[in-house]
């Protein structure tokens, strides 16, 4: 896969898709992370002379189109002033994605220029299935520029107009967010230095169990916290009380436990249960083998840390994904914190993913020099390690 060193950009009209698809609160930004994350690529390309017109995605406008725009979608506007400051130098904002306005900021560019395209899902063929539907809007997109830069990390597994066919209309290459996020999942799933221990956790096991069975072919331990372990447990006969549980997935998962061979399955030996699932709740740690009927486990608890924390101490390798328990309540953080701490002792390469596990670790205060690596997209690091392609990956690494 090229990377932008490869590209002569001086002088000549870059399309950079970019993941700038943050959080906001109105028009305020209240994490500026995924814009921080792709400054290296923009900032190298500018310098050197391209001509850079910026594309990506805001929310899932429904329905989309102008109108969602109209009627008040996620404009991209607020970013184009944010990377402007970040830049040190005004960023041309066009109203829209592949039309007029887009065209006429595409041409007012001079070297080093950056201009920011408007919310590229109010084109509703962006996301269309239909391939001949996607294929006219990345004509129009392609025709803006002259070269292509893939930068977008957590858009890589959607197969989207200007994920995974505008590259295949122009001379492209990788940013330098998804080389970086690409050669660290490389090192997770090919020749991993081990021990290999796995840690998983978050809310729901049906978003992840894909990601357990094929790992289970190539870590050594896979530790099971969050409200995903219940599943879990309750496969394993366990009474659960009125936890998280996905009762559909129970069967696969007790199947899965069964079947021999592959990495050890670590599952929580105590659990915080709470009266409700609120701040305040009131809450006991107890045995899995006594978990009260009315309660709902809302941690892990102080013997499953431990036994954790013991697993992970001999690491090679490490990836985490998803809390160990409802760590936006404080009284429910301990679990998530006792990993956070065991893991940022590992010398090895260690590996944080999943959008509310990044936030748990911010929250929490661990500096990001506490991990080797945090990546920037939960949803493509998930499909990439359940050995699935990337189709915006695939897209980069195919010959144009
Ligand atoms: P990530 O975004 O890192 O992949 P997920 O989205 O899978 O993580 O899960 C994060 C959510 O899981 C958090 O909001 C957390 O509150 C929730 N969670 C963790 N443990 C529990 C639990 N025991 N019961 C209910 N929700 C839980
Ligand atoms: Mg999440």
Redesign the pocket.
């Known amino acids: 896969m090229r990377g932008i060193a490869d590209l002569d950009v001086g002088g000549r009209a870059v399309l950079l898709r970019a993941d700038l698809n943050v959080p906001l609160d109105g028009t305020s930004i209240t994490d500026d992370g995924r814009i921080k994350a792709t400054m290296p690529t923009i900032t190298d390309l500018a310098r050197r002379g391209a001509r850079l017109l910026v594309c990506a995605h805001l929310g899932r406008p429904k329905g989309a189109d102008y109108a969602a725009r109209s009627a008040g979608g996620p404009s991209l506007r607020p970013v184009a002033d944010r990377l402007g400051e970040l830049l040190g130098r005004p960023v041309r904002f066009a109203a829209n994605v592949a039309g007029p306005s887009a065209a006429a900021v595409a041409g007012e560019l001079s070297d080093g220029d950056v201009g920011l395209l408007e919310n590229v899902r109010f084109e509703p063929a962006e996301t269309s299935k239909d391939d001949g539907e996607r294929r006219e809007l990345a004509r129009r997109l392609a025709a803006l520029a002259e070269l292509y830069v893939g930068d977008g990390f957590g858009a890589l597994h959607r197969k989207h107009a200007s994920v995974y066919d505008v590259p295949a209309l122009l001379p492209h290459a990788a940013g330098n967010l998804v080389l970086a996020e690409v050669a660290v999942l490389r090192q997770l799933t090919e020749d991993p230095k081990r021990p290999y221990v796995v840690v998983l ?4 096991i049906s ?2 169990l894909a990601v357990v069975a094929n790992l289970r072919t190539i870590a050594d331990r896979i530790l099971i ?6 599943t879990f447990l309750a496969a394993r006969g366990y009474g659960v009380g009125r ?2 549980v996905e009762q559909d997935m129970i069967g696969e998962v007790g199947r899965m436990l069964d079947e021999p061979g592959g990495a050890e399955i670590v599952l929580p030996v105590d ?1 915080v249960a709470a009266t409700g ?1 609120a701040a305040d709740a009131d809450h006991e740690t107890v045995p899995v083998s006594e978990f009260p009927p009315d309660r ?4 892990i608890g102080v013997a499953t840390s431990n036994l954790f924390a013991g697993k992970l101490a001999d690491a090679g390798t490490v990836f985490w ?9 404080p009284a ?1 953080a301990a679990g ?1 914190r006792a990993v956070a701490e065991a893991i940022s002792h590992v010398p090895g390469l260690t590996v944080v ?8 670790v911010r929250k929490l205060q661990f500096p990001e020099s506490a991990f080797s690596h945090i990546s920037t997209g ?1 949803g493509a690091s ?1 499909e990439y390690l359940e050995g699935k392609t990337l189709p915006g990956l695939a897209a980069l690494e195919a010959d144009k």
Request: glycine letters at 30%; charged letters at 15%.
């Open positions: 956790g978050g809310a729901k978003d992840k916290g969050g409200g995903m372990a219940f936890s998280l659990m699932f709902m486990g809302l941690d994904n998803g809390p160990m328990g409802v760590f936006e309540f429910f998530t993913g999943g959008g509310d596990s990044a936030a748990a939960g998930l």
